[in-house]
């Protein structure tokens, strides 16, 4: 297989897994948003539906979400966790705001066991994007709406159908079909949620930039869009059109900063992310997503080279949904580690990384914890880490239910930008006895 043709075939899996919920657009025309509020009530109304409401910035790469999720999530009830898969107790899902133009409904249909799940996409004026993820069904008077504005999107369809497997290895059929000329009223019911997995509720603002170290490794190409519609495209502008992204970390905003403050009319049961908590795990508020560029030493998203290189183009990189191949060092908002340490760091693992040593030839995607040190250089805080220093970590328990790491990881910041990583098995490879070699992995943020 050719370079270019790598190149393509990586590009076409990448949309499959990444990009079929950000195949979507809007010519529906709407006013310029401003800094006002924009939705009044929460999409899940019932307070006793669920246990409570993840912040941003949690991670779960078995999940996709390999670095801190930029959306909150409703966790239902447990319902059969013995059932293939897992069941959690279903609410209703209402639309947040009044006027909310429905931008697109992605339906992920998997085959076995037979799941179907949907995305709503909507906006309430120009410049934010905000979605609704994992619905388990529509109600029938929304489907209505959607059959009336666009017929192609219930028979199975759609305007644009493609396969793809998640990371559990399970196959589905995505569709993604177009509503310019649907509206939605605060508080309509839209369907079923949590059935499977939390209700996430993700919000865009293309007038704020997040301080990422690169923006552009965070930017989908023009060049991407070329490809995948067909013909050239060489202003953002038209693609937004046809195409606006959905998982836009570049763009991604703290929802509760778009409700009124409670004790105005109307109000929602939280504040803003300055005041009160949610009410959720730990007291955590709205959460933070974005460690990278807001913290010193090696806390962020990290991007494997090798890959990143392959899909990097002169206006930005070529795909998102890096993350896959990627690593973040970042902080676990919601759990409590094997330390009995909150908000502690964990070693967010997207795709499999090869292991010197040992038995076991891949350490494999997951959330790696471990008990924090404050002094020397062994399992030290992301914060701590200094350029030109060797750390190691060992102790390593994954947090979504596989057994301990048998071995140790161990990272060096060659600058403030790169990164080696290398990781280690077998119970001889302990931080005396390991060090960085040529067969360590290189990352970059």
Avoid at 337 to 353: C, R
Avoid at 426 to 435: E, F, K, L, Q, V
Wanted: charged share 15%.
């Amino acid at each position: 297989m050719s370079a270019n043709e790598t190149k393509a075939f990586l590009v076409s899996s990448a949309c499959l897994l990444f990009l079929v919920g950000c195949t979507f657009g809007n010519q529906r025309p709407s006013t310029q948003c401003g800094s006002g509020s924009y939705f009044t009530t929460l999409p899940v109304p019932n307070r006793v539906d669920y246990v409570g409401v993840i912040p941003m910035g949690s991670v779960a790469p078995t999940e996709e979400d390999v670095f801190p999720a930029d959306r909150i999530a409703f966790q239902p009830w447990p319902d059969d966790l013995f059932a293939v898969p897992p069941t959690y107790s279903e609410f209703n899902v209402v639309s947040p705001g009044n006027d909310l133009s429905v931008m697109a409904v992605a339906t992920r249909t998997y085959a076995a066991p037979p799941v179907v799940d949907y995305t709503v996409f909507f906006k309430p004026c120009s410049g934010l994007r905000g979605y609704l993820q994992h619905l388990s069904s529509l109600s029938p008077a929304f489907a209505a709406k959607l059959t009336a504005a666009n017929s192609l999107w219930n028979n199975g369809t759609g305007d644009v159908c493609v396969p793809g497997v998640d990371n559990w290895g399970d196959s589905y059929t995505e569709c993604v079909s177009r509503f310019p000329k649907v509206t939605l009223a605060a508080s309509e019911l839209l369907g079923k949620g949590g059935k499977y997995r939390p209700l996430g509720f993700g919000l865009y603002d293309k007038n704020l930039t997040n301080a990422y170290l690169t923006p552009r490794y965070y930017s989908l190409s023009l060049g991407y869009y070329t490809n995948l519609l067909g013909f050239p495209v060489d202003n953002p502008a038209v693609w937004e059109i046809v195409l606006p992204a959905y998982r836009d970390y570049l763009h991604s905003t703290c929802i509760l900063d778009r409700y009124p403050p409670v004790g105005t009319a109307p109000a929602v049961a939280f504040t803003t992310r300055s005041g009160a908590s949610l009410g959720a795990w730990n007291g955590a508020n709205c959460g933070e997503f974005l460690e990278e560029g807001l913290t010193s030493g090696a806390s962020g998203n990290w991007l494997f080279t090798d890959v990143l290189n392959l899909f990097l183009e002169t206006d930005g990189l070529n795909y998102l949904g890096a993350d896959q191949s990627a690593i973040a060092l970042v902080h676990d908002r919601v759990n409590l580690n094997t330390g009995l340490q909150l908000d502690y760091p964990v070693f967010s693992i997207g795709s499999n990384i090869p292991i010197t040593g040992g038995t076991v030839g891949t350490l494999t995607m997951g959330r790696y914890d471990f008990t924090v040190s404050f002094a020397g250089t062994t399992n030290r805080d992301f914060d701590s880490l200094t350029v030109g220093t060797e750390y190691c970590y060992s102790g390593l328990t994954r947090r979504d239910g596989a057994s301990a790491f048998n071995g140790v990881i161990r990272v060096k910041m060659v600058d403030s930008q790169s990164m080696q990583f290398q990781a280690f098995g077998g119970g001889a490879s302990t931080c005396g006895t390991t060090a960085i070699d040529a067969s360590a992995l290189n990352f970059v943020r």
